[in-house]
């Protein structure tokens, strides 16, 4: 079945910075990628997401990248802010089953 | 809309205890699931339906029953609880299939003595 990894676990970046956080993936039909923030205390909510028809994809200060080949998809958040700093999770979903799986989740520290 | 509401918030059971988990949508989604989220493990998936009257087993089922007997309701159901439960538990919707944007409840915390 499928397996998603996600690195790092923790990421401290200085406020304006960047930051990365990247998910790889077992199964090559996966064909959904979407990204979920979950702010301490709060449930998980959806900032982006991309299918496997679609390189890259932006909003605003977000952006998701994907690369089929390698199996792996990336998150991008450009100009980091306070109300950033949240833990994000990315997830996977094949048509071979009705099922997203999850990674295990990237805390996001933005250092002021 | 409410959109997806869960009761109880908190919850403190002691081993062997049953209970359920009550979770509502307003929506009129077909897809709903389950997960449990522990520390360090992200969120992993109980039960889901597809729709009234169709559940399945998702990654971690052991433990847990649940019925759709309407579109609105997906209530969790803890057999006999175990300490090895205690986690927070999630309950979202999805318009269409997984591939559609997952609408979380609140969740609720549950500890099992």
């Known amino acids: 079945g499928e397996n998603v990894e996600q690195h790092p676990s923790t990421l401290s970046v200085q406020e304006g910075d960047s930051a990365v956080i990247k998910c790889t993936y077992s199964d090559s039909a996966s064909n959904y990628f979407p990204w979920y923030k979950q702010e301490l205390g709060k449930r998980p909510q959806l900032i982006i997401d991309?299918?496997?028809n679609v390189g890259e994809k932006k909003d605003q200060r977000i952006a998701v990248t994907l690369n089929k080949t390698a199996k792996h998809f990336s998150l991008h958040i450009t100009e980091t802010q306070p109300e950033d700093s949240a833990v994000y999770f990315c997830?996977?979903?094949?048509?071979?089953?009705?099922?997203?799986?999850w990674g295990a989740g990237t805390k996001l520290i933005i250092k002021p | 809309n409410a959109g997806v509401t869960q009761t109880p918030k908190f919850q403190v059971l002691k081993t062997g205890q049953s209970m359920t988990l009550q979770c509502a949508q307003d929506?009129?989604?077909?897809?709903m699931s389950w997960y449990r989220q522990d520390p360090g493990m992200g969120l992993r998936l109980i039960h889901y339906?597809?729709?009234?009257?169709?559940?399945d087993q998702g990654e971690v089922p052991n433990g847990y029953n649940v019925s759709r007997s309407t579109t609105e309701d997906f209530p969790l159901r803890l057999l006999s609880a175990a300490p090895s439960q205690t986690s927070v538990y999630f309950c979202?919707?999805?318009?269409?299939?997984?591939?559609?944007?997952?609408?979380f409840g609140p969740g609720t915390r549950l500890t099992v003595l």
């Open positions: 997830a996977a979903h094949s048509d071979s089953n009705y099922q997203l799986i």
């Open positions: 339906s597809v729709g009234a009257g169709i559940t």
């Open positions: 991309i299918r496997s």
């Open positions: 929506m009129n989604h077909e897809y």
């Open positions: 979202a919707s999805t318009e269409g299939l997984a591939t559609d944007t997952q609408y």
